[in-house]
T-cell receptor, first 111, second 114 residues
């Protein structure tokens, strides 16, 4: 079945440093979604990418969808303590009726 | 709108007990799903529904039952709880097929089976 892998699993950064998490799928995706989960909270939708090579920005967050639509990345510029949490990518399963999540990248920011 | 509401927030069960986790949404979403989250395992799909009267299995369905009698409600039943079912359970809904629309998550139910 379709698998979505994320790296790294954990990342410690000093406040102000940049952060990137990478997502790779075993199959071509029609779209990819990114979610953020704060500690003790629930996943919250951030963005959806649909087009090959698409780049979208949300303030300090930059999302990219690979040309082959099999990989994606989330880059945070100048991290802040409010960025702490786990970031998940997710893509449609084989039947398109379900969303398969990557294992997530847990970001910890030292003030 | 309340969004997706899950109850209870916390539950402790003994092995062999049964219980139902409740999930309701007021956004008129067709698609609803249940995920479990375990440390280091991300979110794994248990069951999902693309509309009232229709349910299907996800990645880890064993030990769980679901039904979808109305658009709003999607309860998850544990038939005979096992320690391996200790987890955080999230219900999520979306406007249409879960693979192409953003998911809205409930606050989760933290379940411990002793």
């Amino acid at each position: 079945g379709q698998q979505v892998m994320q790296i790294p699993q954990y990342q410690h950064v000093q406040e102000g440093e940049d952060f990137t998490t990478y997502c790779n799928s075993s199959t071509t995706l029609s779209n990819i979604q990114w979610y953020k989960q704060r500690p003790g909270g629930h996943p919250v939708f951030l963005i959806q990418l649909v087009k090959s090579g698409e780049v979208k920005k949300q303030k300090r967050l930059t999302f990219q969808f690979g040309e082959a639509k099999k990989n994606s990345s989330l880059h945070i510029t100048a991290t802040q303590t409010t960025d702490v949490g786990t970031y998940f990518c997710a893509g449609p399963g084989n039947a398109g009726n379900m969303l398969t999540f990557g294992g997530g990248t847990r970001l910890m920011v030292k003030p | 709108n309340a969004g997706v509401t899950q109850t209870p927030k916390f539950q402790v069960l003994k092995t062999g007990q049964s219980m139902t986790l409740q999930c309701a949404q007021d956004m008129n979403h067709e698609y609803m799903s249940w995920y479990r989250q375990d440390p280091g395992m991300g979110l794994r799909l248990i069951h999902y529904s693309v509309g009232a009267g229709i349910t299907d299995q996800g990645e880890v369905p064993n030990g769980y039952n679901v039904s979808r009698s109305t658009t709003e409600d999607f309860p998850l039943r544990l038939l005979s709880a096992a320690p391996s079912q200790t987890s955080v359970y999230f219900c999520a809904s979306s406007y249409n097929s879960g693979g192409n629309s953003p998911l809205h998550f409930g606050n989760g139910t933290r379940l411990t089976v002793t």
